[in-house]
């Protein structure tokens, strides 16, 4: 899978290394912004039931 993103990005070495590190942090930043609190709804780790 990401030789194949390595292959669709457009440029040189140093640009396609720059395109890589702005769609991690996107990606990153996606899951803590929506994902991740959406699951901590789901789970909601506070209410256990082990005594």
């Known amino acids: ?3 194949a993103l390595w ?3 457009p440029g040189p070495v140093w640009l ?3 395109l890589m590190l702005a769609l991690v942090a996107a ?3 996606a899951l803590f912004t929506w ?3 959406w699951v ?3 789970v ?3 209410n256990v ?3």
């Open 40 to 42: 901590d709804a789901l």
């Open 27 to 29: 990606v990153v930043f």
């Open 35 to 37: 994902v991740f609190p």
């Open 16 to 18: 396609r290394i720059i």
């Open 1 to 3: 899978m990401y030789g």
């Open 44 to 46: 909601n780790p506070i």
């Open 7 to 9: 292959r669709v990005l």
């Open 49 to 51: 039931t082990v005594e």
